[in-house]
């Protein structure tokens, strides 16, 4: 009886199912990406204002161009996105998945330098070029020779340490800081491993580390350490932190009113956030990353980012995490096909136009990147890189 | 002294953690895991109260604080009351809330991140020194420490000086001979519960002054409160703020005169040692 009645609306979906089955094929051709990072999860806050946002906006971008061009034809992108939930082993899960059962052409690095490394194997194994935009390790030779599709963006542990030893350096030789430093670190991989590279690197620039403590991830009460690190009454604070502690240690510092002629904070200075916090007592705030806002292409990026995603990106890896989307696309392109292995041969050998500048590969590492940025009148300007253009002098901080 | 305060100021803020799953889990016998989820949903009403009308997070507590209480009084009218019902336990029904509420806290996550996306939150409010005994101090910690004190006090004598509050206590203490002396069990453990609710929502609001928070970092907040609630004794409000205190002055002692890496590890040697030589808690009574 049911059947009876619904006989011709059964009839017709299952007709215009057959029918749209074939559509695509003589339509189109679509390209799978495929994308993991966290949504959840500690590392979500950081992943939802650099990796996240710039998926969308790249995504849109490349769809409303009419595709990626290959030889036979312009081919859309056809998104899969996975939350890793700030979990390696969730994150080794989802890339598997994205290679062997979605079968993804293409697979957009993960976000985090333990969930690059923690992927890497997979993606070598099924031969997906892995260009990395937010992993920073000092590992980034041995790696590139153990994996021939791995490249490296965003700089080295020693590096980002030995620029704020070199920004400091030039304070110092100008006359307008002392050398004695108070450091604090975050006891996580990363705090730490920063901390151990800057000890040796600070005390060959002249610097004496006056005040040296670590901290837990998720202190939620930081003012001891400023407390502290003012009562040893330093020239300069280096804080190698962590998003919340990033926020908790400036709000101290700014109530306690320690007053140095160099702050520096590490992970998150470069957020949107930080800036909206902060507003004016931002200015002459030292920290990982930058950029040079200031250029035509990131100009464009930055008001595009705002329009489709509603958000700021922010001025260090978001820029590097378009980067990379560009890279992969002008490689596919100028390759024409899904050949991941070609795609990961042309990435190696050829220099690339992006938002950051030009962009070439040396061993599978980019040699040129930013290290430490500064808030100058409302924007985060690179004051230090490896060889990128545009930096800015770092300045005095004023007082609170 | 400059420890001193520091440490009662930490304290502040942690019984204002924890004394929202006291309630819940000393008088309503749910284990409830969603609680750090309540807290930063009240640290995300104030952050919208403050970036989008200028509304000071000390007066969104009064919006805060009905709000969570009935969505938490309907969580177990909806919810909870049929795990108390099928519990033939008070063990059972531990682990059947711990489930349950565990599963609550991903839905709470994701309505979080729909609504708010997962960056980082963070705003300046009352961001400026206070002075006390010649040292500043940052003035939303010292006013949230106020607000602590003064929820402390009106639970501490409502629990204690009243009738309600003395029903409630019965419950807390045996619910099945409460409910042979004419005490509305069921309904009396709904009331704790949204009330425990509401006092962990308005700890948020208030935290939220000075914490950064996002969409999943509730679970550090559960946990947290968790140690601190066992700690105290589960059936024992003064022994959750009592805790509250000392974990703050430890965990400031330790930060200031040994080292601040120090400070989780000192939290759960605490932790340890007073689950070795009192393993009901501070103010639990042995049970026989």
């Known amino acids: 009886m049911l059947y009876k009645k619904y006989k011709l609306t059964v009839v017709s979906i299952l007709a215009a199912g057959l029918f749209l089955s074939f559509f695509p094929a003589v339509n189109a051709d679509t390209i799978k990406i495929g994308a993991s990072a966290p949504k959840t999860g500690p590392l979500a806050g950081g992943s939802t204002v650099t990796f996240w946002p710039n998926v969308k906006l790249w995504v849109k971008q490349v769809n409303d161009s009419g595709g990626i061009k290959l030889k036979s034809g312009k081919a859309k992108i056809e998104l899969i996105e996975y939350d890793d939930r700030t979990n390696p082993g969730e994150a080794i899960k989802n890339i598997q998945r994205l290679a062997t059962q979605d079968k993804v052409d293409f697979i957009l690095a993960p976000y985090g330098t333990g969930f690059n490394l923690a992927t890497a194997p997979i993606f070598a194994k099924f031969n997906y070029p892995l260009i990395t935009h937010t992993a920073i390790t000092d590992k980034v030779e041995a790696l590139t020779k153990r994996y021939s599709n791995i490249f490296f963006t965003l700089g080295t542990t020693t590096d980002f340490a030995g620029s704020v030893a070199t920004v400091l350096g030039k304070m110092k030789a100008a006359g307008t800081i002392g050398n004695k430093v108070a450091m604090v670190n975050v006891a996580d991989a990363f705090g730490i491993e920063l901390a151990n590279a800057a000890r040796p690197i600070f005390k060959k620039a002249g610097f004496d580390i006056i005040y040296d403590k670590s901290y837990p991830l998720g202190s939620p009460d930081l003012s001891p350490i400023i407390r502290g690190a003012k009562g040893v009454k330093p020239d300069a604070f280096v804080a190698w932190s962590y998003p919340p502690d990033t926020f908790g240690l400036t709000a101290q510092a700014k109530v306690q009113g320690l007053n140095v002629k160099a702050y520096y904070t590490a992970v998150a200075t470069a957020f949107p956030a930080f800036g909206g916090k902060f507003g004016k007592s931002a200015e002459g705030i030292l920290g990982a990353g930058g950029i040079n806002p200031d250029t035509k292409a990131m100009k464009d990026y930055f008001a595009s980012h705002k329009a489709v995603t509603g958000k700021t990106p922010d001025y260090w890896a978001s820029g590097m995490v378009y980067a990379t989307f560009q890279i992969l696309r002008t490689a596919i392109e100028a390759v024409g096909t899904k050949d991941r292995k070609a795609v990961t041969a042309y990435v190696k050998s050829n220099t690339f136009n992006t938002v950051m500048g030009k962009i070439s590969f040396t061993n599978q590492i980019n040699k040129k990147y930013w290290t430490v940025g500064q808030w100058q009148n409302g924007k985060f300007y690179g004051v230090s890189s490896t060889g990128r253009s545009g930096e800015k002098a770092a300045k005095v901080k004023p007082k609170w | ?288």
């Open chain 2, 1 to 288: 002294m400059d420890i001193v305060i520091v440490g009662i100021l930490l304290g502040g803020a942690y019984a204002l953690m924890a004394m929202g799953l006291q309630l819940q889990y000393g008088v309503a016998k749910i284990m409830n895991l969603a609680n750090g989820e309540m807290l930063v949903a009240g640290s995300f009403a104030a952050f919208w109260f403050f970036t989008s009308a200028q509304v000071s997070p000390l007066l969104a507590i009064l919006v805060v604080a009905p709000m969570a209480f009935i969505f938490n009084w309907l969580v177990y009218k909806i919810f909870m009351r049929y795990l108390v019902k099928k519990a033939r336990s008070e063990g059972q029904l531990e682990v059947n809330s711990i489930l349950s509420t565990f599963g609550q806290s991903f839905i709470l996550v994701g309505l979080m991140l729909a609504l708010f996306g997962g960056e980082y939150f963070s705003y300046s409010y009352l961001e400026k020194p206070y002075t006390l005994f010649g040292q500043p101090y940052e003035l939303n910690r010292v006013v949230a420490f106020l607000f602590a004190i003064f929820f402390c006090c009106v639970l501490y004598f409502w629990l204690n000086r009243t009738r309600l509050g003395l029903t409630l206590r019965a419950v807390s203490v045996n619910p099945e001979a409460s409910g042979l002396v004419g005490i509305d069990v069921p309904n009396i453990s709904a009331l704790a519960f949204g009330l425990g609710g509401a006092v962990t929502a308005v700890g948020g609001s208030l935290l939220s002054m000075f914490l950064t928070f996002d969409a999943s970092v509730g679970v550090i907040f559960t946990m947290k409160a968790l140690v601190i609630v066992i700690m105290g004794g589960v059936r024992d409000i003064r022994g959750t703020i009592l805790v509250a205190f000392i974990l703050g002055l430890t965990e400031t002692a330790v930060a200031s005169l040994i080292d601040p890496g120090l400070t989780l590890a000192a939290a759960y040697l605490l932790f340890i040692l007073i689950l070795l030589f009192r393993p009901e808690g501070i103010f639990g009574k042995r049970s026989t």
